[in-house]
């Protein structure tokens, strides 16, 4: 469901995007390696809870967010990393750690490095550890909005 509803909001909107098999990979910087892609434009979906409230994180694969910047960026109090029980049920059908960075889809606010901004197309996993989907970064900040912060 949690892809099916990304491949259907691209696909209303006339996106054109590319999904890749790959064989099995669980971090970010190896699905990268193994789908071809440049890790600074992977993009991994990082879940945070900023002041009590769970929002994405998207930032590139060769990258890691640093907490305490990002809540000097957002002016937070508290920014931690979010326990999988506590935004599992958002992606149902999706693999622990291959959430795709549409966190507007989920209700989610979305938050992007802007070391990510900088790349012209990016991929993500598609909500499991065998496949990426590929678009323009254009095309996602467009339909997704994210917030540019530094992380």
Partial sequence: MSMKRVTDFLDENG?????QQHSPAYTA???AEVAHVPGRHFAKSVMVNIDGRLALAVLPATDRVDLRRLAQSLGAQSVELAEEG???DRFP???PGAM???GNLFDLEVFV???LAQADIIG???GNHHEVMQLAFGVF???VKPVEVAM
């Fill in 15 to 19: 996106v054109k995007y590319v999904i």
């Fill in 86 to 88: 506590e935004f599992s």
């Fill in 29 to 31: 910087q190896e699905v």
């Fill in 100 to 102: 795709p960075p549409f």
């Fill in 113 to 115: 490095s802007p070391h």
């Fill in 124 to 126: 993500f996993s598609a």
């Fill in 141 to 143: 900040d467009r339909l």
């Fill in 93 to 95: 059908d999706c693999e």
